[in-house]
């Protein structure tokens, strides 16, 4: 059995329970696809005035060396393969935002934390590049 397909039956067992196949996995997701709106899950630059920044969790999902060499004020670092794993990190409460150089990276991240029941987490739409040039607010 492939990484990924034992990935997949963790995510089917904590999705629909301990019986669950990779049919009832592709359910859930076909689910999710249907019911999340095409702005679900996403934040852009330019929302991120000064009263939503401050009041955001920010978490930077690059690799811990792009992080020391620079990220947003106040972010915290989980490498984006890790977010599933410490899922239990991320506030429940209040709004958390994903972010890597371009939000592709983060985006599968935030995939997975949905998936995972944490409908508060959104991925920053052109990462933190996007936030460097578009952001409506930068301290």
Known sequence: MSYFTRLMAAFAV??????????????EIIGYMDFATYESGIILPQQLT?????????VDTRDSAQFEEGTLPNAINI?????????????????????CNTGSLSAQATF???????????????????????AAYKP
């Open 14 to 27: 904590s999705l629909v329970g301990s019986n669950a196949t990779a049919d009832d996995l592709g359910d």
């Open 50 to 58: 000064q009263d939503v920044f401050d009041a955001v969790t920010f």
């Open 79 to 99: 490498e984006w393969r890790e977010i599933p794993a410490r899922l239990d990190e991320l506030p429940e409460n209040g709004m958390v935002v994903l972010f």
């Open 112 to 134: 997975a934390a949905r998936l995972m029941g944490r409908e508060n987490v959104l991925v920053l739409q052109s990462g933190r590049n996007g936030w460097l040039v578009d």
